[in-house]
Nanobody
Framework: QVQLVESGGGLVQPGGSLRLSCSAS????????MGWYRRAPGKQRELVAT???????NYAGSAKGRFTISRDNAKNTVYLQMNSLKPEDTAVYYC????????????????WGQGTQVTVSS
């Protein structure tokens, strides 16, 4: 009953920027921590950044200083502004949310989007 849909991926040259968006919909009661993760070819999925319901942020070392995570609680949306992109940022980027539903207000469950491809190449 909860869906997360990412958008904003694509092909960008090294040094360029992209802004990813992830909108949550469905029978949502409250969204707690939201985050972005990525999986590069041949590698495991890794954390990129997270943001709590209160706005506290956490970044992977590779993202610090280049990426900015933000959220709009009124829109149930989380964003990832990515600047100074490098070829090693190429990956499928996934959105995650810790969410309670109207049917189970006391149960926090993790939900994932389907992913959006980011390719950094000249």
């Amino acid at each position: 009953q909860v869906q997360l849909v990412e958008s904003g991926g694509g092909l960008v040259q090294p040094g360029g920027s992209l802004r990813l968006s992830c909108s949550a919909s469905g029978s949502i009661f409250r969204i707690y921590t939201m985050g972005w993760y990525r999986r590069a070819p041949g590698k495991q999925r890794e954390l990129v950044a997270t943001i709590t319901i209160g706005g506290s942020t956490n970044y992977a070392g590779s993202a610090k200083g280049r990426f900015t995570i933000s959220r709009d609680n009124a829109k149930n949306t989380v964003y990832l502004q990515m600047n100074s992109l490098k070829p090693e940022d190429t990956a499928v980027y996934y959105c995650n949310g810790d969410i309670t539903t109207t049917q189970a207000k006391g149960l926090i469950a993790g939900y994932w989007g389907q992913g959006t491809q980011v390719t950094v190449s000249s």
